[in-house]
């Protein structure tokens, strides 16, 4: 299995229109690259032997969808071993899910916040232990966009760290669900940023969005990423360290060489920040 240790630079969340051009020569201008497992772990014929050989050469994580983990209903155990013998045929020593639920009695192709209380925190932390018992692996969770929060007791913040101190669990930090909510709800997206603990951020998501209104902000990953998001980026690397960031585009894609773009804008901040000079407060 490749080290998650090995994990750095900027990475790319790989699509299957981009297969080709991953093959022939794009591949090795990404530092690692991320797939839902969903779309890829039943995949055979052309589309599998393409993805198994840029799992042999490069440094891939897994980005799930379909967990579920604040669902009411009790865990799809069986998927979840499903995951990890995909993980172990591709040797991906690093999965990630969204710390909100998609399922009841059915899959609702949609992330649900789960209600923000002492008790819901929880009943996640248990079902996260469930699921890292099987892995063998952790489980990095991410914090996700939201336009509701039903049920709420604790704020945001409280509830993402108390998740993850109770489950003993890793964060993937996304920096632009972070200020699309400091947006609709109110907040202000460095303050909550510096709230989250460094040791727990596995790696960190950046991606753009759409703007509904003035107060309404949709997280769509089909956009290029804005300037306060690059902006906010910077103060994540400040604050908790420059650490492997990946770029999020689900839709709307434009030709790789573009895309490409946006994955070096990223590498030329991690470096900037990396020989910025420390402040030293007296």
């Known amino acids: 299995m490749k080290p998650v240790d090995e994990i750095k630079g900027a990475g790319l969340g790989l699509r299957r229109e981009m297969l080709d051009d991953a093959l022939a020569k794009s591949a090795n201008e990404v530092d690692f690259w991320e797939v839902a497992p969903e779309n890829w772990m039943r995949l055979g014929g052309k589309f599998g032997k393409q993805f198994r050989q840029l799992t042999e050469c490069h440094q891939f994580l897994c980005h799930g969808l379909s967990l579920s983990i604040g669902a009411p209903q009790p865990l799809d155990l069986e998927f979840v071993r499903q995951v990890k013998a995909f993980l172990d045929a591709h040797q991906i020593s690093l999965y990630s899910e969204h710390l909100s639920y998609c399922s009841g009695y059915g899959h609702l192709y949609d992330l649900l916040p789960i209600p923000f209380t002492e008790e819901a925190a929880l009943y996640v932390a248990d079902r996260v232990k469930q699921v890292q018992e099987i892995l063998e692996r952790p489980l990095v969770l991410e914090n996700v966009s939201y336009y509701a929060a039903p049920g709420q007791e604790i704020n945001e913040l409280d509830f993402i760290n108390r998740v993850l101190e109770e489950a003993d669990c890793e964060l993937l930090l996304d920096v632009n669900n972070i200020y699309v909510n400091s947006v609709n709800h109110g907040y202000d997206p460095v303050t909550f940023l510096r709230g989250l603990p460094s040791k727990r951020i596995r790696y960190i998501h950046v991606a753009g969005h759409y703007n509904e209104a003035d107060d309404l902000i949709v997280d769509t990953h089909g956009a290029d990423v804005i300037d306060p998001v ?32 946006e994955v070096d804008k990223i590498r030329q901040i991690q470096q900037s920040i990396a020989v910025e000079p420390e402040v030293l407060i007296a």
Not at 233 to 252: C, I, M, Q, S, W
């Open 230 to 261: 690059w902006n906010l980026l910077k103060e994540a690397y400040r604050f908790h360290g420059v650490l492997p960031t990946l770029l999020e585009r689900d839709f709307n894609l434009p030709p790789m060489k573009e895309l490409l773009l």
